[in-house]
């Protein structure tokens, strides 16, 4: 099965933490980083797409897949 998931937060440490995190738990990037304007917040927020394969898992839309 493959796992997709899609990272956003602030433009700060906290969001490269949050990739990092995933790589470390065997994520992989998917396409490019998307970087863009929340004017709601007045700030900058970062997206990256990641993906993963399990083996020997279906798929139920019910999971959580940062726990993966």
Known sequence: MKLYRF?????DASFCH???AALNKGWQLYG????AY???TKTMRC???V???IDGIDYSP???LGDY
Do not use: C, I, N, R
């Open 7 to 11: 990272l956003t937060g602030p433009d």
């Open 38 to 40: 929340d004017a709601e």
């Open 18 to 20: 949050k990739v990092t």
């Open 32 to 35: 490019s980083p998307t970087y």
């Open 47 to 49: 997206g990256q797409a």
């Open 51 to 53: 993906f993963k394969e």
């Open 62 to 64: 019910d999971m959580k």
